[in-house]
């Protein structure tokens, strides 16, 4: 490396993000970008530790560690740290088709696994990534890739999320002619629809697809296979079948007032949500405003996060946020050890804005919904809820008892539920005909193969709801397993 003592000589810097309440008046990114004084020194902490834990890619205790798509990490550290960007930037894509998404909104196991982590904050591995592919476009160094060659072969991808975008980008490099299918208005899927402008600009995922356009990809879009074309069509007129069309059956709650107007789902909210912000124009009807309304999240994660900050962005009165589990230690403890991604409390974004603007913190913890109640009317009313004692048994899971005498009822015109994600939808994998195993399509991992011949799957559809870099690396996998199916061999990595 560079400077082999940059880790004991500079502290930990992160992306200095804007004022939480400057920010909540618009939709942009909050976060700013890093000097290049700043990146240098933060490209200095690399250790040059031999063994870099953080491209490892693999699963410990149930949580991913180190980076699943092998970013080679050092490398473009040490090149930032020489001032040499361009061959960091060619390093970077070797393994990452799409820095730019990771870079953003990634949580970073790459960091958790980081050897510097064992007595020392992380190397900034996710804002040195978005540092380079920014540098990248900003200095037009990335251009069309055209392929010179076509095999000949076609290629069908259902789905234009980042394990489709994946699959297509390395396909059409090897020569193959691809054509994504997306039910919806936009390309993208999740990148679009699912994550808010403030963690990912629109602009950004945009023109990755007008570049992927240039290079030869088509896209057809506001297609949906089994109403716009049949599922026997694609099979017929292309060589190959790629299913990424993620898990987007969300999970629901069986609770006695579900149907109250004024609960929806999550995913819904978002993306009616960033549908406006585009200008595509839900009906008033379709459209959830929070303006003037008491907010309650249901669900603790990162969609329920970015529940709060839009809530808080259509200025709603007051917002909250339940979740199931008690608030996360300040440290590892014993059993989260590194390499493991560290399980600590952090405050996002979200919960930033909502301490700005409301005096606290968002988060209610091991709290239970016992139901909900509407009025006359059917309108959401409120909540009650109970609070819940939480230990672990001696079998080592997780157990929740209620605490008598700490139900409390909570006023609420907008509840958000946000518990996560069952599945693809089953439809679709219906009319393809492919078998499934836990609601997931049936395909092995880094075989990709479905029961049908010619068909493969990838990403969340066949591994459930998961993180981006992993959707990212099954279709780059699935699309080598595609090259060999067509060609007996492949090109690809």
Not at 17 to 22: G, K
Request: aromatic share 8%; net charge negative.
């Amino acid at each position: 490396m560079g400077k082999t003592t940059g880790f004991m000589e500079y502290s930990r810097e992160e992306a200095k993000e804007r004022n939480p309440l400057t920010r909540l008046k618009d939709w942009k990114e909050h976060t700013e970008p890093m000097s290049e004084e700043t990146l240098h020194r933060q490209s200095a902490r690399c250790m040059d530790c031999a063994t870099p834990f953080c491209h490892i890619g693999m699963e410990i205790g149930g949580m991913t560690s180190g980076c699943p798509i092998h970013n080679l990490i050092p490398e473009w550290n040490d090149l930032v740290f020489r001032g040499r960007w361009r061959e960091a930037l060619d390093r970077l894509l070797k393994t990452n088709n799409f820095p730019e998404f990771t870079g953003r909104v990634c949580p970073a196991p790459c960091e958790g696994s980081c050897t510097v982590e064992i007595s020392s904050p992380a190397v900034t591995i996710k804002n040195i990534e978005q540092a380079i592919i920014d540098k990248g476009f900003e200095n037009g160094w990335i251009t069309p890739r055209i392929p010179g060659k076509r095999t000949g072969k076609k290629i069908a991808v259902v789905g234009s999320g980042p394990a489709g975008l994946a699959a297509a980008d390395q396909l059409n490099q090897a020569g193959h002619s691809v054509t994504i299918y997306e039910r919806a208005e936009r390309a993208g899927g999740l990148l679009t629809y699912g994550i808010p402008n403030m963690k990912l600009e629109k602009e950004i995922v945009e023109r990755r697809i007008q570049l992927l356009s240039q290079e030869g990809i088509d896209f057809v879009l506001n297609t949906e296979i089994g109403k716009d074309i049949t599922s026997e069509e694609l099979k017929d007129q292309y060589d190959a079948v790629i299913l990424c069309v993620g898990a987007q059956k969300q999970r629901d709650l069986d609770l006695e007032g579900r149907e109250a107007n004024g609960v929806h789902f999550a995913m819904d909210y978002l993306t009616k949500s960033t549908q406006r912000l585009l200008n595509q124009h839900p009906s008033d009807e379709e459209f959830i405003d929070a303006r003037d309304k008491d907010v309650i999240v249901i669900g603790g994660g990162d969609t329920g996060a970015d529940c709060v900050a839009t809530a808080l962005r259509q200025e709603c009165r007051s917002i909250v946020q339940f979740g199931k589990y008690p608030k996360l230690p300040e440290a590892r403890t014993p059993d989260n050890m590194w390499p493991e991604l560290p399980n600590v409390f952090t405050m996002d974004y979200a919960y930033e804005e909502a301490q700005a603007k409301f005096g606290e913190d968002p988060r209610q913890y091991t709290v239970q919904t016992k139901k909900i109640v509407a009025d006359e009317e059917g309108n959401l009313k409120e909540l009650h809820t109970v609070q819940m004692q939480y230990s672990v048994n001696a079998q080592g899971k997780p157990e929740l008892k209620e605490i008598p005498g700490t139900e409390k009822v909570w006023p609420a015109q907008l509840v958000f539920i946000a518990i996560g994600f069952e599945g693809p939808e089953q439809p679709l994998l219906q009319q393809f005909g492919v078998n499934t195993e836990n609601q997931k399509i049936a395909a092995k991992h880094g075989d990709y193969r479905t029961n049908i011949d010619g068909v493969f799957a990838a990403g969340d559809a066949r591994r459930g709801q998961s993180l981006i870099v992993w959707a990212i690396q099954e279709g780059r996998e699935a699309a080598r397993e595609v090259d060999k199916y067509l060609m007996g061999s492949t090109v690809l990595v």
